[in-house]
């Protein structure tokens, strides 16, 4: 039996749109406050069998305008949670969330940029959707590119909405929409020389105060941040998110204490402790003591699992999402973390 607290929180679907066929969008109310940065993703919770089974879906609303927190989910052949929601659910039915989670999010400061590039491949434009209305509404001296692959105009999600606001904020908002049926096949699909194309005719500004973002399957995302690097885009102005989260578990070294250490940690108001034997990560000993903790890959790939470190050292068998800084400011991932040196004190706020 799973200690309780006061992570899972009930949303109340408000209303389901069939977007294109097979990709729906669901927005919600809650009774509990859901608070959410752009560009974020809420971890949805399913509970059958005995069994938990969470995941991820990117909010496509902006907490800017006056709009209910909205998911867009597409429907995968064979998926267990994305055929239960576009399959199954519709209007008041009642859904579990551990709340939001993610760092696809805009710097808290964004006063040094001028420009914001978006790179979006089918259903990553989820989260680039509420970024970029977010950008728009809320930041106006930023110019907003968005670059958008799809196999036809019909497969457009957002088609609409966003040749809407390409109207409105007119001098500030390009799209160049990709098709992959086109007949001219040079302009089909990103390829490398037509990114640099994009980026002499659309570019603003220097790298230094541009932002990259780009959504999408990994190998799309691949030639997007390579390409953007050996254009001398710096490293720490490019940002992906990765929908895919691989099974495989990749362990780059083993931690350099492997005794059993205590952590204490707090989460919302809660406190709890718990040994960690090592192989067993954070997370997993968490688990062990039947203490909820937020997640979702548990492979260092989301922070969902984030935490802060008030005391102590954990060290990361795998990490893809916080950066240097992130680390310096003593965030630390539990699903990949293992306390060395000693005990340690994490507190979860969600
Ligand atoms: C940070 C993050 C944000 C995400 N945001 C969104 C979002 O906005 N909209 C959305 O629809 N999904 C999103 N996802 C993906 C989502 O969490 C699920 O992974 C997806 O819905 C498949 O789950 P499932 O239970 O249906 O499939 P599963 O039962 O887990 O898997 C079935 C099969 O599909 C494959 N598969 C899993 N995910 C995908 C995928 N995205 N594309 C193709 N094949 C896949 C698996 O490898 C497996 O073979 C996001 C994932 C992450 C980590
Ligand atoms: S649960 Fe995804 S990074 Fe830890």
Redesign the pocket.
Known sequence: MMIENNLYKTLIVKSVREIIEGFKTFSFSSEHEINYKPGQ?LTLVSHSHNEETR????ITSSPVLNESLS????R?E??????LLVDNVVQGDELITIGSG?LFVLPDDMHNYKQVFFFAAG?GI??IYSLIKTLLHAHENIDVVLIYSNASESKTVFLHELKMLEEKFIKRFHIKFLFSNIVHLSKARLHRKLLEEFLNELCVADYAQTLFYTCGPESYMRLCTYTLQENDVPKANIKR?????NAVRKRDASPPDKNTREVKITVNSNNYHFPVHYPDSILQAAKKAHITLPY??EAG??ASCIAKCIEGKVWHSYNEVLTEKDIQQGLILTCVGHPVDGNVRLEIKT
């Not at 995941?55 to 990117?58: A, H, Q, T």
């Not at 998110?241 to 989260?245: A, N, S, T």
């Open positions: 993703y995941r991820s879906y990117s998911i867009g989910v597409k995968i064979n998926g267990f949670f994305s055929r993610g259903s989820t989260p998110e990765d929908f895919v989260i979702s890959c790939r989301c």
